[in-house]
């Protein structure tokens, strides 16, 4: 028969059943200076190591004793309030178990009520709670540990909330977005997506991409720091959710990356741009090139590309040095930036070479208008080495979609259009015709078959007489090249540019030299009126500084004296590297050789160079004597030229005479020597000795 649950018996079972089989020990103490137990259970030996009856009236040990010594006050101060205030006591401390091990003990317990009168009596529960104190301290460290992460992270941390908001920010990305505290940037920033990105657009694009994959990596974007700065943020961050799926926060790391971005910047506008003049390159410019044609067979449009080199460049280059030829393409580069559209692009392709892309363009007459203004600035004089220079630029434009659909064949026609244009004279913008490339072909040819000419024996040179105005007499000869190629009689205004580019001039202007003074020489061998013979000099032959050298070679190999020999130099030569070419030519006058200054009246050089230098003959350019009858600014130009010759003490001699008229006008106005058709056209050598003996017809 089953016990009554009142049964004291069964009660008395149950609690002995329920003490003996507690984690921790009941008890019942008197309120003394020792805790004398007066009943511990039966857990008393698991709680201390210490045996019940050890314990129970202290009879080998007393409570206090185990009691660690570091907590026995805050005990028996905490049991003392308790009591004092009838409430019940509840503490955690240490205690020093039998084998000298230090156990948490968590003690609940109350002051009872009873007869004996002459001591307070305490009952309660013990509970070993060293785990739980060691993980609550793990927990604590490991608080301790992670705030201490966020609190010193170099990184910006965050929580934000969908709603646009900042739930917590570390130190550092308060200080990352210029804010004085966390605090700081949390009240103020309540519409991240507007106070925070710079396009506000990216705040969307994080939504979405959480949204769909819970985390962003690596999302860069431009913020606004508290003072308006802007600088660029990388995030990394993730959507939390709660136990029911809903989104609570967002919570991420935000690394400042302003210094990489520049950095990036920079390496990516090295890569797309020119190191000297800062124009976009070949790479920048062959992409531009690309979409401005895929827009213009999408809309119909016109797209000019224009292929532009400076006249002149190498010979600036070699004599002035290449500094002053960097700061020559730098300028270049300027101007020709200043006479474009934003729109639009100029490229340095190379060495002195340009494009300009002119996208969208409405006509043909609009792209003239700008080929005219970036001739007309490219030709503004500039200053190198405290001298006034001008260069002038020829340029080659083709026009997409009709001459071409893809970046190469416009720009080999723009480049075949600009040769044309060199062809012309320089200074001027042609625009590509088919056949032209035709021409760049033949030049090709041309150049392959130049290089075979003196090997081959395939030069001779012709001379025009030189004629005293006022005598009609031969007075010297002027040695024009010819080049009598297996294709046919070239003429040196078709080989001697591209002889000049190729730097092929150098081997033949020195064939020239030493041929016209072998020649010479065997003139007066031959017992023909010893008369000078001038030989045109190239600007490059000049530039490369050994002309003294080879002159001197030359003239004792021959065993010609330098009286019979003159040098024709043109204006810009003597402009360029005023030093070299002053000290070249004053050790050449020293030799005994002339020097004269050819197509004089063309080129840009200062007059004050005229005086101080040694020359000895202006050459007037036979442009101003053809235009003698047409063009009063000519006859002008002449007049003054003889004046300015003659106030120097030079000779003034005008090439280009054709015509009675140019002769008598010339002769009136006191030119003393010319050079011309009129005379005589250059000659071989054999009908030049003709010419000697026989004097041409006699003027005036
Ligand atoms: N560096 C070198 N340049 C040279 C050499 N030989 C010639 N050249 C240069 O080539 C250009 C063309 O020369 P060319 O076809 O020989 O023409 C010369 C004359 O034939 C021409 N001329 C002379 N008189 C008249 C005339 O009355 N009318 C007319 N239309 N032309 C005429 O002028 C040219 C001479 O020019 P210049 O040298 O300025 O005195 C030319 O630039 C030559 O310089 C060479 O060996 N080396």
């Known amino acids: ?32 200076a020792h805790w004398t137990m007066e009943f511990v259970s039966e857990g008393c030996l698991a709680l201390t190591g210490h045996p019940e009856e050890d314990i129970l009236f202290n009879s080998r040990v007393s409570y206090d004793d185990i009691t660690h010594p570091d907590d026995r006050d805050l005990v028996r101060n905490a049991v003392l309030a308790a009591v ?33 009168k002459q001591w307070d009596v305490l009952e309660g529960f013990i509970q070993d709670i060293t785990e739980r104190r060691q993980a609550d301290e793990a927990l604590r460290e490991a608080e301790r540990r992670y705030r201490s992460i966020f609190e010193n992270a170099i990184e910006g941390i965050y929580q934000s909330t969908p709603g646009n908001g900042y739930l917590a920010v570390n130190p550092a990305l308060a200080r990352m977005y210029g804010y004085n505290s966390p605090h700081d940037l949390i009240s103020t920033l309540k519409d991240i997506e507007h106070q925070v990105y710079v ?55 935000v690394e400042a990356i302003t210094e990489r971005k520049l950095h990036e910047a920079e390496i990516q506008f090295q890569a797309t741009h020119d190191a000297l003049t800062g124009l976009p390159n070949r790479t920048l410019l ?45 300028i270049t580069a300027q101007r020709l930036t200043s006479c474009l559209r934003e729109s639009d692009t100029v490229a340095r392709q190379g060495g002195d070479e340009f494009v300009l892309l002119l996208t969208s363009q409405p006509d043909e007459e609009s792209i003239t208008q700008t080929m005219q203004r970036v001739l007309h600035e490219v030709s503004q004089p500039w200053m190198a080495n405290d001298l006034e220079f001008r260069i002038t630029c020829s340029i080659g434009v083709t026009l997409c979609p009709d001459d071409g659909r893809d970046v190469e064949t416009l720009l080999k026609n723009a480049d075949s259009a600009m040769y044309k244009a060199k062809e012309l004279g320089r200074n001027n913008f042609q625009y590509f015709a088919a056949e032209m490339n035709d021409t760049v072909t033949d030049r090709l040819a041309l ?69 016209a003074c072998r020649q010479n020489r065997t003139w007066q061998l031959a017992g023909h009126p010893p008369i000078p013979v001038s030989v045109n000099l190239s600007p490059r032959q000049l530039a490369r500084g050994d002309i003294v050298e080879l002159v001197e070679r030359i003239l004792a190999e021959t065993g010609m004296e330098a009286k ?105 106005n006191g030119c003393n020597e010319g050079q011309g058709y009129l005379m005589s056209k250059p000659v071989s050598n054999h009908a030049f000795i003709k010419l000697l003996h026989e004097g041409i017809r006699q003027y005036s």
């Open 84 to 116: 004092k205030n009838n409430r019940r006591f509840d503490i955690e401390y240490r205690i020093v178990r039998a084998d000298g091990e230090v156990r948490w003990v968590w003690e609940r317990g109350t002051n009872i009520s009873h007869d004996n």
């Open 1 to 32: 028969m089953p016990s009554h649950p009142s049964d004291p018996t069964l009660q008395a079972r149950l609690l002995g059943t329920l003490l003996a089989n507690l984690e921790g020990m009941v008890y019942r103490c008197r309120l003394d």
């Open 286 to 330: 062959y992409d531009r090139m690309q979409q401005a044609v895929l827009h213009s067979e999408r809309y119909s449009n016109i797209t000019a590309i224009a292929f532009l080199d400076l006249d002149q460049f190498k010979f600036i280059n070699d004599s002035l040095g290449h500094q002053v030829g960097d700061e020559l393409l730098k």
């Open 199 to 253: 396009e506000p657009k990216r705040r969307i694009e994080f939504m979405q991409l959480m949204l769909k994959n819970g985390v962003v990596t690596n999302f860069e974007s431009r913020i606004y720091k508290r003072d308006g700065e802007i600088i660029w943020i990388s995030e990394n961050a993730r959507a939390v959710f709660n136990s029911t799926g809903d989104l609570v926060f967002y919570e991420g790391t």
């Open 564 to 668: 019979y020999l003159e040098l024709e130099i043109t204006e810009s030569v003597m402009a360029t590297d005023v030093e070299k070419s002053f000290s070249l030519l004053t050790r050449l006058r020293a030799l005994g050789v002339k020097i004269s200054l050819d197509d004089f009246g063309t080129g840009y050089s200062s007059l004050s160079y005229l005086k101080r230098f040694p020359v000895d003959t202006l050459k007037i350019d036979q442009s101003f004597v053809r235009d003698i009858a047409t063009n009063p600014d000519s006859a002008a130009i002449i007049k003054a030229i003889i004046s300015l010759g003659h106030n120097l003490n030079l000779t003034v001699l005008a090439e280009g005479i054709e015509t009675e008229e140019h002769f008598q006008f010339l002769l009136k």
């Open 447 to 515: 150049l392959n078959r130049l290089r075979q000419a003196i090997p081959n024996n395939e030069f001779v040179l012709h001379y025009q007489p030189k004629v005293d105005l006022g005598s009609g007499k031969i007075i010297g000869s002027e040695a024009l090249i010819r080049w009598n190629s297996p294709e046919g009689t070239v003429s040196p205004a078709n080989f001697i540019p591209l002889a000049e580019e190729t730097g092929l001039i150098i081997q033949i202007g020195e064939w020239v030299l030493r041929t």
